[in-house]
């Protein structure tokens, strides 16, 4: 019998390593995985792992599928250290991208420079409304947030395919279920020639080191971690339970709507039927991978996305399916969940003849 | 009784925890008939040592001999065969069931048949255990409780009694009584390990004790030959300072009043309190005594703002109502407040000191800037608390549960009291205190009062608040009694106010 037994301390450097841990233990696992599918398998890992961002080309790429999974981990980081289970960042995110595209489209003729702008912050604004919906229900019925939340989702991407199959369909789109191409005024400025890395890539850094301020030295970031920490002690200092649901539900609704938005004026540049290959649920494995933490964000957010095109060209230089994508990601959160478990409790080995001795 | 054999003896016990020694080969010798005290402060390996001797832990070496012969493995199974019967500080009761069924499901099967029932009554009767078996334990108050758990064991004729704590939730009455059926049992021969940390009990109660210190065994004595005093040093290896209270100036009008306030409980099987009227003068402290769960923790809500009364104008400083304020306002009219629970409550366990001195001291203190915190003052500020009270720490960037439980109180204690609150309200402010610490807190409890402000103590420790207040009332079934000059009412008499039993006008009643 396998019994876990508490340690009696938890090494502070070790709950930083685990991430680590993980990492490790998933590329030898997927070498593993990768020798039975009868791939070589160092060359599988290159090709995964290396090849894709040994051009610059390739590391903007990284760059492009990082900008949404760092931008909503670090907005659910908020609502989880809090201990608010806000998992429909997807649905935030895709009315965030209608929100803002809408506005656009709403103006398909202006070439104002305000447009771009605008549109984000309608597309912070949508995905701010879409997390209120579970915040409010949540402080005036204390309806689950977890259910809310998630079913609030699939809310969204039936309200975005009714869009783009009916009202905002592109006129002149032959019937496909697509809107018009976003005119130049919307578009997120390239900032590197010859490579898609937009605009947003440096708005998603500079949100790294603002997040990190607001957590760690200002009275909100405080609020939200000794709530999620002590709740008591959040109620003897004073603090107002229901205005820290808010903040933190708004904070990640509204990176999140952010992201939506600078998905579709970024590299997608009209809005079609999927918009996200799932950025708000893999950033949920983003935001424990960083340890909730906006600069931890930011390196396992590119980590994840790097899973992605490593994924796109296994599928092309190696003929593996794409699955093999969600099998990295499913085998990272597994093997961080495990090293997570393992800093805190020890393994101990029980055997199952000589407790019933004791006992006789 | 001295050159009887030992029934259990101990030889050499040690145990680790993970990062601590919870007991260092410990030696101990219990013979029949003996009530055997276990002295020792929290933390001290009290705990460790009975649960080793009843076999829900096992220790890493030494021997553990019953009778004169060595026993290799213990589990409760074989304890409860030996012979041994253990009373948890904490009840394993349910409910909804009677006391016949709680018993029969406590014991062996063998035991429990249909002889069970006239089993009980001849034990209650020849222990003067009084127990209606068929009763529900719910309609049952919590010294008929733990007489439930002491009939449980006594029905399995134990030749070694093992009680942990029991008189922390009894009022003094009932403590009379359970020392009576215990010095009972001890004629007939039955051995008592009796874990405390209440001095004069042990000196009333106790033939021999052993004082445990950090795991180790220190010292034996005679209790009936210490005073409460010397024991205590003993446990803690130092001197203790006794509280002085000084004559003080005490307002004419009180500052901090709670006027016929009633408030519908929040908490799942709470007391409601009803018409609680409180007049808080300027340098005086008013204790509140009563046993737990009577109302002290809708009381400590209440007067701290967690939970707004119904009725705002009920609770006011100065005359001004504060009764629509949270915490945090209230503290902006000067209140501060300490609650019973440490880590979780009046600490976050995983944060740092210096920002735990920010949660409730970044008002009054001004360790905000632009709705930043400011580090470098907050830690200036933990240091001022660290140095002026005394607490061992290496710096201000540990975690709060780091620190030991008394260390922790003297932190909280400094936090709230540098903040110069005209009024201090503190829930159990010493409970799982050393000793030493202890003692610290209630001078500094006395010093804020001379400094002239209104400190309102609830704590289920009489010997505490007769040592430190200056009028005391009895909270009982949420009802609050009217405030007497502490030099005006007996123990006895408090000690039925707290029973719920209204006593005649004539003070010392003694035992009913």
Known sequence: MIRLELRGQVSERMVYCSPFFAVIMTLLSGMLIFSFLGVNPTQAIITFFVEPISSIDGIAELCVKATPLVLIAIGLSFCFKANIWNIGAEGQLTIGALAGGGLCLLFFNSSSQFLMPGMLIFGILGGMAWAGIPAFLKIRFGTNEILTSLMLTYIGLLILSYLIHGPWKDPEGQNFPESRLFQDAALLPIILDETRLHLGWIITLICVPVAWMLMTYHLIGFQIRVMGMAPMASNFAGFRGKNIIWISFLISGGLAGLAGTIEVAGPIGQIIPVISPGYGFTAIIVAFLGRLHPIGCLLSGLLMALTYLGGDNAQIELNLPNAVTGVFQGMLLFFLLASDVLVRYRIRIVSFKNKHRNIG | ?512
């Open chain 2, 1 to 512: 009784m001295i050159d009887k054999k030992p029934i259990l003896e101990l030889l050499e016990i040690s145990k680790a925890y993970p990062g601590v020694i919870a007991n260092n080969r410990v030696n101990l010798e219990i013979k029949p008939g003996q009530i055997h005290a276990l002295l020792g402060e929290n933390g001290a390996g009290k705990s460790t040592l009975v649960k080793i001797i009843y076999g829900v832990q096992r220790c890493d070496s030494g021997k553990i001999k019953w009778e004169g012969s060595e026993v290799s493995q213990i589990t409760p199974q074989i304890a409860r065969k030996l012979g041994i019967g253990m009373v948890f500080q904490h009840f394993s009761l349910f409910d909804a069931m009677t006391v016949e069924e709680n018993i029969a499901l406590g014991i062996p099967a063998n035991l429990a048949n249909e002889n069970l029932y006239q089993n009980i009554i001849d034990i209650s009767e020849k222990y003067g255990l009084r127990l209606d078996p068929c009763r529900y334990v719910q309609t049952l108050s919590v010294g008929e409780r733990q007489r439930i758990e002491v009939v449980r064991c006594l029905i399995q004729n134990p030749k070694l009694l093992i009680m942990d704590e029991p008189t922390s939730v009894l009022t003094p009455q009932e403590v009379d009584k359970l020392f009576k059926t215990l010095r009972r049992l001890s004629t007939q021969g039955v051995a008592i390990l009796y874990i405390s940390h209440k001095l004069q009990e042990i000196i009333d109660l106790c033939h021999v004790a052993t004082i445990m210190r950090a795991g180790e065994v220190v010292d034996t004595c005679i209790p009936s030959e210490e005073s409460p005093r010397s024991m205590a040093e003993m446990m803690m290896g130092a001197n203790l300072m006794t509280p002085k209270k000084n004559e003080r100036m005490i307002s004419e009008k009180p500052y901090f009043c709670v006027n016929n306030l009633n408030h519908q409980s929040t908490m799942e099987n709470g007391i409601d309190l009803k018409d609680i009227t409180i007049q808080a003068h300027k340098g005086e402290i008013l204790g509140v005594a009563g046993i737990a769960g009577n109302g002290q923790n809708e009381l400590m809500e209440i007067l701290s703002g967690e939970v707004r009364a119904s009725d705002t104008s009920s609770v006011s400083i100065d005359q001004v109502s504060v009764g629509g304020l949270g915490p945090r306002k209230r503290r902006e009219n000067g209140m501060g407040f300490v609650p019973e629970e440490r880590l979780g409550h009046g600490a976050v366990p995983e944060m740092l000191l210096w920002e735990n001195a920010f949660l409730s001291g970044y008002q009054s203190m001004k360790l905000m800037f632009n709705g930043f915190m400011n580090v470098a003052k907050s830690r200036e500020y933990t240091e001022k608390i660290i140095s002026s009270f005394k607490v061992k720490t290496p710096n201000v960037n540990v975690t709060a549960n780091s620190l030991s439980g008394g260390n922790l109180q003297k932190f909280i204690f400094g936090r709230e009291i540098l903040q110069d609150p005209k009024v201090l309200i503190v829930f159990q402010p010493t409970w799982g205190v050393d000793a030493g610490s202890a003692a610290y807190i209630r001078q500094s409890l006395i010093n804020i009062a001379d400094r002239g402000a209104a400190v309102i103590v609830i704590s289920q420790d009489l010997e505490e608040l007769y040592e430190i207040s200056d009028k005391i009332s009895v909270i009982c079934e949420g009802n609050l009694t009217k405030p007497k000059i502490i030099e005006n009412i007996s123990v006895e008499h408090v000690g039925l106010l707290m029973a719920g039993i209204k006593p005649l006008e004539n003070d010392d009643l003694g035992d009913q």
